[in-house]
Every structure is written in C-alpha cells, then in structure tokens.
C-alpha cells in the first residue's frame, strides 16, 4: 500500500496505479474529475479542429487549411499534459473514445458541409468553452493547492484565448462580424 489514503479510500483504483500523493483523496476526486471532462473536451476540439481543417474551401483555404492545422497541433499537444497531470496526483483518465463521448460537454459536427466562416465561429465558441472548462479545473485544483496543475492551466488557458482571438480576426475576413 502507497499510503493511508489508499486503505480510507472508497474509490477501487489498483494499488499498482496508486500513485502517492499529498492531497486529501477528496481533492484527488474532484480535480481528476474535471481534468478528464478537460481532456474529453480537448480531444473533441482536436478532432473538430482536425475535421475542418480537412474539409474547409474557399478562397481563403490555405491561410485557414494553415491556421486549423497549427491550431489542431496546439490541442492535441496538451493532451498529454492534462492525463499526465491527472495521474500525478493520484488519479486515473481517460481510457478509450466511449469516455470521451460520455464526459465531453462540447458538441461535435458531423455536418457534410461546413461554410468556412461557420467553420472559425464554431471553433472559436468552442475555444471560449475550453477556456471556462480549464477556468473550472482550476478553480477545483486552486482550492486543494495543487499548484502544479493551476500552472499548466494557465498557460493552456492564455494558449485557448490565443486561439480565439485568431479564429474571431479570421470569422471577420468571412463577413462574420456578428461572432
């Protein structure tokens, strides 16, 4: 056994998995919880993200073929982070799509068609939703002191209003100035 927490706990996590840690199971519960729906979020904004840069046209296709790629590349490289983050304080994440599907509070689009202007808007909703998910993980993290993970939600939350703010100056080049 890792620790006392391991014999008080009521969650079944296997003691190979049982990562010790200074925070009181509680914590470990609630900021795991909200780090995973992070994580389903994310990896549902990659593949969004990945999505339209597949399928968008139009006579700006390279500059938003460009910035969707570079986009998608930047989400999907805090997927890592956000499930390492996730076992380093004792908890377990994500293991498959059915999780994904189940915990991801964000919309997928399985439209066939897509204009590109609609393509920024929606994206970059649902980076401003990412941002107040990342927002509610930190606060969860905030509270049990786990600095380490407000850090790295920091940086993630100024890289999403990064990517806002690039996808509302692209939705206005569409004539979407009502985004």
Known sequence: MTQAK???????????????????????????????????DTFAL?????NFHWHVSGRHFRDYHLLLDEQSEQIF??????????RK????????????????????NDES???????????MNDNKAL???????????DKYED???TSVLENFIDEAERRTWFLFEASRQEGGNEA
């Open 147 to 149: 600095v380490a993970t």
């Open 46 to 50: 990659y593949l969004k993200t990945k």
């Open 89 to 108: 304080i004792g908890g377990t994440t994500l293991r498959s799509i059915g999780q994904v599907a189940k915990l991801q509070t964000l919309k997928d």
């Open 131 to 141: 941002v107040a998910t990342m927002k509610k993980a930190h606060d969860a993290a």
């Open 6 to 40: 391991s014999s008080t706990s009521q969650r079944k996590v296997n003691p190979d998995l049982d990562t010790p840690t200074d925070l009181p199971q509680e914590g470990v519960d609630k900021i795991s919880a909200a780090m995973n729906t992070l994580l389903a």
């Open 77 to 86: 490289g805090t997927t890592d982070d956000i499930a390492e983050r996730v």
């Open 113 to 123: 068609f897509v204009p590109p202007g609609e393509m920024l808007r929606e994206l």
